[in-house]
């Protein structure tokens, strides 16, 4: 059984910064990419972020030059750093990781409970 376990989020005024931290623990052969993504209300869960076990990275536009997502691939965990926020960046963020539980099988994805992030004008 694989869970992630997300931190991190919290009320902050605009401009102000949050970093987000998520840790995934369980029965884990090999995390292939983590990502973050988030859902305000009303609208779809969409993508933040995500990177590989290689570091590569991809954003979403609305986050590009002020968030930052990293990953220690030994402690199984993401981080999101996030910068110059904005209202527009208050939802709720859920922390995604695909990856495997055996050697050879196939990936699967798992989500985080999500944390909430609210930005006040």
């Known amino acids: 059984q694989v869970q992630l376990v997300e931190s991190g989020g919290g009320l902050v005024q605009t401009g102000g910064s949050l970093r987000l931290s998520c840790a995934a623990f369980?029965?884990?052969?090999?995390?292939?990419?983590m990502g973050w993504y988030r859902q305000a209300p009303g609208k779809q869960r969409e993508l933040v972020a995500t990177?590989?076990?290689?570091?590569?990275?991809n954003y979403a536009d609305s986050v590009k030059g002020r968030f930052t997502i990293s990953r220690d691939n030994s402690n199984n965990t993401v981080y999101l750093q996030m910068n110059s926020l904005k209202p527009a960046d208050a939802a709720v963020y859920y922390c995604?990781?695909?990856?495997?539980?055996?050697?050879?099988?196939?990936?699967?994805?798992?989500w985080g409970e999500g944390t909430q992030v609210t930005v006040s004008s």
């Open positions: 369980g029965n884990i052969f090999s995390i292939y990419v």
């Open positions: 995604t990781a695909d990856l495997g539980t055996l050697p050879g099988k196939a990936t699967y994805s798992y």
């Open positions: 990177i590989t076990s290689g570091g590569y990275t």
